[in-house]
């Protein structure tokens, strides 16, 4: 079945910092998302991507479509204590079910 | 918007129960979508409504589990017999489209 590898597990990074991570499938998607969750929280939905290559933002996030298809990066510009959860990946092929990452861990040390 | 809602948030349960959760999606929303979410893991699907019609079913969803949408509105998700490996958080999503889904907060279930 599809899968998602997402990297990386965890991150501990200090306040203002730059944060990536991506994704990759062995399989294309039609559409890319990320999602963050916070504890006891259910996923929310931060970018969307429906086209090869496109790159979008949204505040001091960016998310790129891999040319591919068959991946997906997310930064985060200036962390901030509030950016602290866990960041999904997640894919889907044309009118299916989506398919999420493991998720990366963000950690800010004060 | 009163988004997606899950009751109940939390749920102990001795092994060998039966429990039932229930989802409102969010009102305009034809398409409902249950995932179950294990400690350390993304949110793995188990089962879809278009209205009241359910569409597709994982392999994850053993004969133990049932999912019903009579009405095309508010679905329920009941589990017979629980296990212990029946822990985990079920999150149910909506959406208008196929794209870009809702989740409510989730039920944790805990099965002693």
């Known amino acids: 079945g599809q899968q998602l590898n997402q990297s990386p597990q965890s991150m501990f990074i200090q306040e203002g910092e730059d944060v990536s991570m991506n994704c990759t499938s062995s399989?294309?998607?039609?559409?890319w998302l990320w999602y963050k969750q916070d504890p006891g929280e259910g996923p929310v939905l931060l970018i969307a991507?429906?086209?090869?290559?496109e790159l979008t933002s949204n505040g001091r996030l960016t998310a790129q479509f891999g040319i591919t298809r068959k991946d997906s990066f997310l930064n985060i510009s200036a962390s901030i204590p509030s950016d602290v959860g866990i960041y999904f990946c997640?894919?889907?092929?044309?009118?299916?079910?989506?398919?999420f990452g493991k998720g990366t861990r963000l950690h800010i040390l004060p | 918007d009163t988004g997606v809602s899950q009751d109940p948030r939390h749920k102990i349960t001795k092994r060998g129960q039966n429990v039932t959760f229930r989802c409102d999606p969010i009102?305009?929303?034809?398409?409902l979508y249950w995932y179950r979410q294990t400690l350390g893991q993304g949110p793995e699907f188990l089962t879809y409504?278009?209205?009241?019609?359910?569409?597709?079913k994982s392999r994850l969803l053993s004969d133990r589990f049932s999912a019903e949408r009579p009405k095309g509105s508010f679905s329920t998700l009941e589990i017979q017999r629980t296990e212990q490996g029946d822990s985990a958080m079920y999150l149910c999503a909506s959406s208008p489209t196929p794209y870009g889904y809702t989740f409510g907060s989730g039920t944790r279930l805990t099965v002693v």
């Open positions: 997640a894919g889907q092929a044309r009118d299916d079910k989506i398919i």
């Open positions: 409504f278009q209205n009241e019609a359910q569409l597709e």
């Open positions: 399989s294309i998607f039609n559409t």
């Open positions: 009102s305009e929303h034809n398409r």
């Open positions: 991507l429906y086209k090869a290559g």
